[in-house]
């Protein structure tokens, strides 16, 4: 590789990660929330913590599409950055709000109508006893938890992450001292336990999104691109073109988010120890998850950019260099969790039956989270050139076709239990990560171009 080649690779990594390291912390961010829950609830004991896992669960399937919907506001605003039309922008987020505080309240309605029926997963029944509240309240949460997805992607893709990231941060902070009042009744309220972290999570969510309404209505810079009125009959035609490129994002997303959710109900059906673990391996692989998915996220603005304003030549160094880091970071991860998996556990439980088994499911994580790495950077540079509907087949067959069957197969007749499970997950992620890097590798295999450089040269 000669030097200029390392020179530009170089430069691209910089640019990404600095657009990448505000996604990921407030990515990271949004975890906390649920990644405190966790802990505060481990510290009640297994079954309100088996319970935390049973409500997320089932809700992380309309999340993951509401996501998936929202990426379609970064995808059509970096685009429109790229090509200079500040009324494209304005459209897309004031169309992604509608479509995603839409989906917020069919999926409280949803869950309200789903709770005579959750006998019907045959979970631990202690679990369903203390379950229904919580799960009510936090369905709830997801109204303004999904509407802050799509302001949150606006100002990603307009180069602004910096105030959001700070709003949500607050989000945060405020979740984890409300969790302190509530689950445990400290300064004079009520110990509400399960129920009071779901209070909690309602009440951070609405704050962050008022707070994000606020910084977009009052930051100049952000003026010209965001909606003059908030508001409005929606443009049916410019609503239909956005769900086009957002729903078969989503499809993705939830193509792999139900695969783990399907295995989660698997898993219940072993018990609430079985269960319990499988949430503290859970919530710390899908908070490492953040950082390859902030770089993922960064990349469909570089990509969508580049592809707005026809600098085809940069696509590819972009990719590569978003790759080495996503490889580098999951290196120092994945040693992590196989050289200290039992401390890691023991933060979360004292349950030696829980800590054990959680150990040895994040010896497992460490192995899948190469694949992982590489196949969401992968998915956000397909998605930055609006190329949405192949990779969400092939998520689909991924894991549907081979994870589930292979996970369910491991786990009962070959009886390797919950370890069987996530290892049937890891083959269908190293599948997706093979499949979708061919496929935005020889997307980006353009000839070099006369453009300007990706980054100007530094003076000395």
């Known amino acids: ?90 459209a897309a987020l004031r169309h992604g709000l509608f479509i995603t505080f839409a989906l917020g309240l069919l999926t409280l309605a949803a869950a309200g109508g789903l709770l005579p029926f959750l006998g019907w997963f045959r979970q631990d029944p202690r679990v369903i006893e203390v379950v229904p509240t919580y799960f009510l309240i936090v369905a709830a949460s997801m109204v303004p938890a999904m509407a802050t997805m799509a302001v949150k992607n606006h100002a990603d893709a307009m180069n602004r992450p910096w105030p959001v990231f700070w709003i949500s941060i607050g989000g945060v902070a405020l979740n984890v001292a409300l969790n302190w009042i509530l689950i445990f009744g400290k300064a004079g309220a009520p110990a509400m336990g399960l129920e009071g972290a779901g209070v909690a999570t309602l009440v951070a969510r609405c704050a962050a999104l008022v707070g994000m309404i606020g910084w977009c209505r009052a930051d100049l810079a952000m003026r010209e691109w965001v909606p003059r009125r908030w508001v409005r009959v929606p443009d049916w035609d410019a609503l239909r073109n956005l769900l086009r490129t957002g729903f078969p994002a989503s499809m993705q997303l939830l193509a792999e988010v139900s695969a783990f959710v399907a295995a989660t109900f698997i898993i219940g059906t072993m018990g609430q120890a079985a269960l319990a673990s499988h949430q503290v391996a859970i919530q710390c692989a899908a908070t490492i998850f953040m950082v390859p998915l902030g770089i993922s996220m960064a990349l469909t603005v570089r990509i969508g950019e580049c592809f707005g304003a026809g600098r085809f030549a940069a696509m590819r160094p ?136 990706a980054c100007p040269p530094r003076t000395a």
């Not at 949405?388 to 549907?400: C, D, E, L, M, Q």
Request: hydrophobic share 55%.
């Open 1 to 90: 590789m000669s030097s200029l080649t390392v020179s530009r690779l170089t430069c691209e990594g910089r640019t990404t990660i600095r657009l990448a390291v505000p996604l990921i912390i407030g990515q990271v961010g949004q975890m906390l929330i649920s990644l405190s829950d966790t802990l505060m609830l481990g510290w009640l004991g297994v079954t309100p913590l088996a319970a935390c896992s049973f409500a997320n669960t089932i809700l992380y399937l309309p999340m993951m599409f509401g996501i998936g919907m929202s990426m379609a506001v970064s995808i059509r605003v970096s685009q429109a950055r790229g090509a200079g039309d500040p009324a494209a922008a304005r």
């Open 318 to 453: 972009i990719l590569v260099s978003a790759w080495a880091m996503g490889i580098l970071f999951t290196i120092f991860s994945a040693s992590s969790f196989v050289i200290f998996n039992h401390t890691i556990a023991g933060w979360f439980m004292d349950d030696p039956a829980v800590l054990e088994v959680a150990a040895g499911l994040l010896v497992v994580a460490a192995v899948f989270q190469f694949c992982d790495a590489l196949q969401i950077i992968a998915g956000g540079a397909l998605r930055g050139l609006d190329d949405v509907r192949v990779p969400a087949w092939i998520a689909f067959g991924a894991y549907w076709v081979v994870s589930i069957p292979l996970g369910a197969l491991l786990a009962y007749p070959l009886r390797l239990g919950v370890d069987g499970m996530w290892w049937g997950i890891t083959v269908g992620l190293c599948i997706t990560a093979v499949l979708l890097g061919r496929r935005i590798w020889r997307k980006t295999a353009n000839p070099e171009l006369d453009l300007p450089p």
